[in-house]
């Protein structure tokens, strides 16, 4: 740089080699001075290549020259707070280069004195423009990604909807199959009651297996579609293991005494007697397994063993049956979806292959896992685990096994009233019920339901839910609300084809006593009735007689 330049910037020279001029000259950053009114008085070399100007031509030229629309607002408002002296803030705005060339620029600007005392600014240039692009481009990207976000959650809503439209439609077709399925079953088990011949009782006992192994599908079918309407969340309760486990082995209890099999239960001393977890979970895997086990079960019995797993809060569950046993390779395909029907014949044999596929699913959203060891010939063991924390240091205390030769006793002569609507329904119903030894009245809505109760004197209802007109819990609710108390604590036991656990959680919050899901069998439909009217006679402390 001549001393000829160097005399002519608004600068204070100094006396050393280095002066505040040729700092700014060499810097690499872009750097022009201007007058308050935006004139250049000098620039550069890094401002010259930013401006695409020689820099021999900047001085006289007018900076707004460069900016470029719409950047000349902002321009003009940082000239003003030059001019009165206010802190400027930083700005970017658009410049164009000398061949016209658009480019983002990030400016900051502060104002100085010349060597002759005249304020002047100071302007430090930047190009940004890749900056800028970038921003812009991760602007973009977030749009399309908030975009993104919002079409995967309407398409959610749309399967979510799409799996409860699916599931309504399944339930309401396995209620339809359920209703005549209890006329099958009922009629069958009178039929195989009376004198027959060997080739009809045979007849009857297919009819009779058939029908069962069709309730098994309905079952299994409504089963799956409850798995894929789970929710994530596991809906923790505190509860009684023991209990828990006495309902369960007790649902099986005349089947098991049926085929003359015994049918046990094991808790080890450790084990809390009240845990939290998703109880309705558990019982749904204890009954499908145990359920599982009998199929395949014909002598000996099955034992549902629990215990803790190490030392954590996991408990460990099996079931271990009798019955003929599975090869290893068996085992490795025993709980895959729908293969199993085609890879375990013998255990598959009248059932879906999606009961153990269900277990797996519903185990895994209790974080645990299940397994299976078997041995051909000297039957099976299923076993899982369960996150089950203790509820507090109490510890199993007078528990005893299910099943004892007081909850076997007959049933007392009772006064029934039926309430159903279908004929064919009503019809095999009211024989089981005088099969028993019962006095059975029948209607055909809850309308006449509540009117019988008013004008007459039962021991118990049974109560289909689905009827025209007054429906079931409608009924039950009106008799809940009589003001005679023999008839308003009437015990009433729902038998309906709606088998979910939100359907008897329906019956319960209506009014209900207990739930029974059609199609039932005598014996199952004898214990149910029992259980209900000791729990009953318990409550009000009047004896049925």
Same mark, same amino acid.
């Given at each position: 740089m001549t001393s000829k330049k160097k005399a002519q910037l608004p600068i204070p020279q100094e006396s050393t080699n280095w002066s505040a001029a040729d700092v700014l000259e060499y810097a690499r950053v872009a750097c022009l001075l201007t007058d308050l009114n935006g004139n250049i008085l000098w620039a550069n070399a890094a401002a010259a290549s930013l401006l695409g100007a020689s820099q021999r031509h900047l001085p006289g030229k007018p900076l707004v020259v460069f900016v470029t629309f719409p950047g000349h607002q902002k321009y003009f408002a940082l000239l003003e707070r030059l001019?009165?002296?206010?802190?400027?803030?930083?700005?970017?705005?658009?410049?164009?280069?000398?061949?016209?060339?658009?480019?983002?620029?990030?400016?900051?600007?502060?104002?100085?004195?010349?060597?002759?005392?005249?304020?002047?600014?100071?302007?430090?240039?930047?190009?940004?423009?890749?900056?800028?692009?970038?921003?812009?481009?991760?602007?973009?990207?977030?749009?399309?990604?908030?975009?993104?976000?919002?079409?995967?959650?309407?398409?959610?809503?749309?399967?979510?909807?799409?799996?409860?439209?699916?599931?309504?439609?399944?339930?309401?077709?396995?209620?339809?199959?359920?209703?005549?399925?209890?006329?099958?079953?009922?009629?069958?088990?009178?039929?195989?009651?009376?004198?027959?011949?060997?080739?009809?009782?045979?007849?009857?006992?297919?009819?009779?297996?058939?029908?069962?192994?069709?309730?098994?599908?309905?079952?299994?079918?409504?089963?799956?579609?409850?798995?894929?309407?789970?929710?994530?969340?596991?809906?923790?309760?505190?509860?009684?293991?023991?209990?828990?486990?006495?309902?369960?082995?007790?649902?099986?209890?005349? !089947?098991?005494?049926?085929? +003359? %099999?015994?049918?046990?239960?094991?808790? /080890?001393?450790? @084990? &809390?007697? #009240?845990?939290? *977890?998703?109880?309705?979970?558990?019982?749904?895997?204890?009954?499908?397994?145990?359920?599982?086990?009998?199929?395949?079960?014909?002598?000996?019995?099955?034992?549902?063993?629990?215990?803790?797993?190490?030392?954590?809060?996991?408990?460990?569950?099996?079931?271990?049956?009798?019955?003929?046993?599975?090869? !290893?390779?068996?085992?490795? +395909? %025993?709980?895959?979806?729908?293969?199993? /029907?085609?890879? @375990? &014949?013998? #255990?598959?044999? *009248?059932?879906?292959?999606?009961?153990?596929?269900?277990?797996?699913?519903?185990?895994?959203?209790?974080?645990?896992?299940?397994?299976?060891?078997?041995?051909?010939?000297?039957?099976?063991?299923?076993?899982?685990t369960a996150l089950l924390p203790a509820c507090d240091a109490a510890q199993r205390e007078g528990r005893s096994a299910p099943g004892s030769d007081a909850e076997r006793d007959q049933l007392p002569p009772v006064r029934i009233l039926l309430a159903e609507d279908s004929e064919l329904t009503a019809r095999v119903v009211a024989m089981q019920l005088s099969s028993m030894g019962c006095q059975v009245v029948r209607v055909a809505d809850g309308a006449q339901a509540v009117e019988a109760i008013k004008g007459g004197q039962f021991d118990m209802i049974l109560m289909d839910c689905n009827m025209p007109g007054l429906d079931g819990y409608g009924a039950t609710q009106t008799i809940r609300q009589l003001s005679d108390p023999e008839k308003s604590q009437v015990p009433i036991l729902a038998l309906t084809a709606s088998a979910g656990e939100d359907d008897r959680n329906k019956c319960l919050g209506a009014g209900m006593n207990e739930y029974l899901p059609k199609p039932v069998g005598t014996e199952e439909l004898r214990q149910a009735i029992r259980n209900v009217l000791r729990a009953a006679t318990k409550k009000s402390n009047r004896v049925v007689s």
């Open positions: 001019r009165t002296g206010e802190v400027t803030p930083d700005a970017v705005f658009p410049l164009r280069r000398r061949r016209g060339h658009p480019f983002t620029a990030a400016c900051k600007v502060s104002r100085s004195f010349s060597y002759g005392g005249e304020p002047i600014g100071i302007w430090i240039l930047s190009d940004c423009t890749a900056e800028n692009a970038s921003s812009r481009l991760v602007q973009k990207v977030n749009v399309e990604l908030e975009s993104s976000k919002a079409e995967v959650a309407s398409l959610k809503l749309e399967m979510d909807k799409a799996l409860r439209d699916k599931s309504a439609i399944i339930a309401h077709l396995v209620h339809e199959v359920r209703t005549p399925l209890q006329a099958a079953i009922g009629a069958a088990e009178l039929l195989q009651k009376t004198n027959l011949t060997a080739e009809q009782e045979g007849l009857i006992h297919s009819v009779s297996v058939a029908a069962r192994q069709l309730k098994e599908v309905a079952d299994a079918v409504l089963s799956l579609t409850r798995v894929e309407l789970l929710q994530p969340v596991v809906k923790a309760s505190e509860f009684t293991l023991d209990q828990l486990l006495d309902d369960v082995c007790g649902q099986f209890r005349v !089947e098991c005494d049926a085929k +003359h %099999l015994y049918l046990r239960k094991s808790i /080890a001393e450790d @084990v &809390p007697a #009240r845990v939290s *977890g998703d109880e309705l979970r558990l019982r749904q895997i204890l009954l499908n397994l145990i359920s599982n086990a009998l199929k395949f079960t014909q002598t000996g019995g099955i034992t549902l063993a629990v215990s803790r797993f190490t030392q954590s809060n996991n408990l460990l569950f099996s079931v271990a049956d009798t019955g003929s046993g599975m090869s !290893e390779h068996m085992v490795e +395909h %025993l709980f895959d979806p729908f293969t199993s /029907a085609n890879k @375990v &014949p013998s #255990r598959a044999h *009248g059932s879906t292959a999606l009961g153990l596929y269900i277990c797996k699913t519903l185990v895994e959203s209790l974080h645990g896992r299940i397994a299976a060891e078997s041995t051909i010939g000297r039957g099976t063991t299923l076993m899982f």
